[in-house]
């Protein structure tokens, strides 16, 4: 057994389950997201262009992978750590940080991060989605890849010493590329090895985190150590919701304080509001699925950040959790979706 087994992995080492805390299981402390970008409507390459300013935060919300300087979060250090302080002094406790490899993983600014804040941070292994793939990331095998997961997660990643507690967000798009398969299989046989948590970024589809499952579970993967991510925009129907929730992954809602019209990765989705996206957390606790629920706000452009007028890291603990206790959830369920669940999640087996 590794010596992970029954702590938690932080970038700082190893701590007791119990450090733990409240738990934020989806957010992005320093990344690029160049990859994303979305050409803005014609009669808006100006705003684009344009730096950050109050006059433009609407358009700025309702178009963020439009404007390429909001994708490079990494340049907001200093911002970042102030939002770390208050979301600790808020009673935050703990942070997994699902950068991987593809969008720009910085450990050495995590740790730094760790160390001046408080804040346990739990850094992510492995790949994210196929179009940040390498040519060389490509040409792996299975076995080549699970062997570099795996060393992220014993020894340390990107020539550091800093190791990785949590296996993603693995990316997956829509329909799963070859390469993103091997990434999932070889993901399920390092999860294997290590009894370690995975966390899954599944593609725009309804059908899309049903079938990442199905990919890892073939592969060996143990689904009731695994997250699927982002279902606040995969899947909506409550009846398709609890046919994927007996699939047995955790549930996550990562989304809390994106409220757009136009979702514009895909236009077909109508985005949750942080309200609708309440009712959907106790639907599920109604439905027996307590015990599996994580919330989030996957932060990871800059107008997210209280800096430029966005929530910040303590939306949920200031503003999500007194909505929940006054739409019928109790405490004791609130505890267990920011506690207890990412406990579970994150310690080694």
Request: aromatic share 6%.
């Amino acid at each position: 057994m590794p010596e992970q087994s029954g702590k938690v992995q932080t970038v700082l080492g190893l701590i007791e389950p119990d450090q733990l805390g409240r738990t934020m299981t989806h957010e992005h402390l320093t990344m690029t997201f160049e990859c994303s970008h979305v050409s803005p409507a014609p009669g808006d390459e100006g705003l684009a262009a344009a730096p950050i300013e109050m006059k433009h935060l609407h358009w700025l919300q309702q178009n963020p992978y439009s404007h390429h300087e909001n994708l490079l979060l990494n340049q907001e250090i200093e911002a970042v750590k102030e939002e770390l302080l208050c979301y600790r002094k808020a009673g935050g406790g703990s942070i997994v940080e699902n950068t991987t490899t593809g969008i720009n993983r910085n450990l050495p600014v995590l740790r730094q991060l760790a160390k001046e804040t408080g804040v346990h941070i739990i850094a992510g292994a492995g790949y994210y989605v196929d179009v940040t793939h390498s040519d060389e990331t490509r040409k792996m095998t299975v076995e080549k890849l699970t062997d570099i997961i795996v060393n992220e997660v014993l020894h340390g990643a990107d020539g550091t010493d800093i190791r990785c507690g949590v296996i993603g967000e693995i990316g997956t798009s829509w329909p799963i590329t070859e390469s993103e398969k091997k990434v999932l299989r070889a993901t399920a046989h390092a999860q294997t090895q290590l009894g370690c948590p995975v966390i899954i970024h599944p593609g725009r589809n309804k059908a899309a985190p049903g079938e990442a499952i199905r990919i890892l579970q073939e592969a060996g993967g143990d689904i009731s150590k695994t997250v699927m991510s982002h279902l606040d925009r995969s899947i909506y129907d409550p009846r398709e919701l609890l046919e994927f929730a007996k699939m047995g992954s955790y549930l996550e809602y990562d989304l809390f304080g994106t409220e757009v019209l136009n979702y514009q990765f895909n236009l077909d989705v109508d985005m949750l509001s942080d309200s609708q996206r309440v009712q959907t957390l106790a639907f599920l606790i109604r439905e027996g699925y307590e015990d599996r629920i994580l919330i989030a706000h996957d932060i990871h452009t800059k107008h997210r950040l209280t800096k430029y007028g966005g929530h910040g890291f303590s939306h949920i603990l200031k503003n999500i959790v007194p909505k929940m206790l006054s739409r019928g959830i109790t405490q004791n369920q609130v505890d267990k979706i920011l506690i207890e669940n990412p406990k579970q999640w994150l310690t080694f087996k």
